[in-house]
């Protein structure tokens, strides 16, 4: 029964735990892609480089907070920060939209055109990151690292393997919680929920409803930008910032909202989840894990790692090409793209 135990304790380290905290951050992303699909009717490609945009104002800002000596004990200062972060993006995006989408939203261009354009704002957003803050790698997460320490747990435990809880993965559920629940709360209870829901369903009766799209354009773009800043910050407190891995979560995001179903925003929020632990259970080595399983003095050669970690996107990858060809409208019956 020990070995069992130090068996899940490290899948719960290197597997589970790591897996539920970045699906948490997935579903985030996810979830503004599949809003402006749904509404918009176009992939937005930009929502990576969104996500970069608001993680950096939120960098800044947590620098300013901590040179006037602010400080959140041992949370880290970047949650004071995310506010303003949010709001920044959400006026950067709005401006975006204003300038670029909106000339060719009252031309009534294909969606095919918005795609290109979200490329180049995707581009143009992706240089302003990075002429700003530069390219390296940045860690903003201040504050106590751990609640749990691996040494703690196996003191408390008696066992071999030690369990590592840190205080970004808590924060990471936490706010991705909260933050999914209010969502769907706006768009199930308040009206302007229901006037995006009634857009997505049907633009020309939800017009004749007397619902402005001039507003639903807003609020959408707002909710877009408030997930992605949301997600960016979650991601980089817990693994780091750095401007191109913003550009490379796209793959898995879209994968996320297209396994999900496309328009759905509990699709996404279920696809993140699936494409968090397909990557981490395919790239995780195994070969401790059998040994503890296995009979004493039982050894396994090699890592016993299906993938190496370097190719974890094209698990997603893989399970977008699977999806499009066997269910295009996804677990949820979404939108076929």
Do not use: C
């Not at 304790?9 to 599949?34: D, E, K, M, R, W």
């Not at 829901?197 to 799209?213: C, H, M, Q, T």
């Not at 995001?253 to 396994?259: E, G, P, R, T």
Request: aromatic share 12%; charged share 15%; proline share 3%.
């Amino acid at each position: 029964m020990i070995d069992v135990a130090n068996a899940l304790v490290l899948l719960s380290n290197f597997v589970l735990i790591p897996a539920i905290t970045y699906g948490a951050q997935l579903a985030l992303g996810a979830l503004g892609i599949t809003l402006i699909y749904a509404i918009l009717r176009f992939a937005n490609f930009a929502h990576g480089d969104t996500m970069a945009f608001g993680t950096m104002l939120a960098i800044f800002l947590t620098w300013g907070m901590q040179s006037l000596g602010w400080s959140l004990g041992p949370l880290p200062v970047a949650l004071l920060a995310l506010p303003l972060a949010i709001l920044g993006t959400i006026a950067m995006v709005l401006a975006t939209d204003k300038v670029i989408y909106k000339f060719y939203r009252d031309k009534r261009v294909d969606a095919v055109i918005f795609v290109m354009v979200s490329v180049g704002v995707m581009f143009m957003m992706n240089g302003l990151v990075r002429i700003f803050i530069g390219t390296g790698d940045i860690n903003f997460a201040d504050g106590s690292r751990f609640i749990i320490r691996a040494r703690e747990f196996r003191e408390m435990t008696g066992l071999d393997e030690g369990l590592a809880l840190r205080t970004t993965q808590v924060i990471t559920i936490v706010v991705a919680v909260a933050v999914m629940a209010s969502l769907f709360w706006f768009l199930q209870k308040t009206r302007t929920g229901k006037s995006m829901r009634a857009f997505s369903d049907n633009e020309d009766l939800a017009l004749l409803s007397g619902i402005k799209p001039e507003k639903v354009v807003m609020v959408t773009w707002m909710l877009a930008a408030a997930l992605a800043t949301i997600a960016g910050v979650l991601y980089g407190l817990d693994k780091g910032f750095r401007p191109f891995t913003y550009f490379q979560l796209l793959l898995p995001m879209f994968a996320a909202a297209i396994l999900g179903g496309i328009g759905q925003p509990i699709g996404a929020v279920v696809g993140g989840f699936v494409i968090a632990f397909s990557e981490v259970a395919v790239t995780y080595a195994y070969r401790r894990v059998f040994e503890y399983l296995g009979p004493e003095g039982f050894e396994v050669d090699g890592l016993m790692q299906l993938l190496e970690t370097e190719y974890k996107f094209a698990v997603s990858f893989i399970l977008l090409v699977i999806v499009l060809l066997v269910r295009p409208t996804g677990i949820f019956r979404g939108r076929i793209v």
